[in-house]
């Protein structure tokens, strides 16, 4: 189970330069953070160390991470319904 303290860290982290990866980062977070395990909460930091740019490519299906972990993380938040 993942600590208040560790759930602010990361939405501040989820910050970036476009509000469409905000949104992205932001609502995954919010539904999936509290029940993150250690393991997943390492990837999901993994991917906020990522640059938007390629944030991007990879969200809009333009890239793929080259990482399979990180390929399955993008891919959830991605089919994450909107709404």
Aim: charge should be negative; include cysteine.
């Amino acid at each position: 189970m993942t600590s208040a303290v560790e759930l602010r860290k990361l939405r501040w982290h989820c910050r970036r330069g476009m509000v469409e990866l905000d949104v992205l980062l932001t609502r995954h977070l919010d539904r999936f953070g509290s029940e993150m395990d250690d393991g997943e909460i390492r990837l999901f930091r993994r991917l906020l160390e990522c640059e938007d740019d390629r944030l991007w490519r990879w969200f809009t299906g333009t890239e793929q991470p080259q990482d399979k972990d990180l390929h399955a993380l993008v891919e959830r938040i991605a089919q994450f319904p909107r709404g």
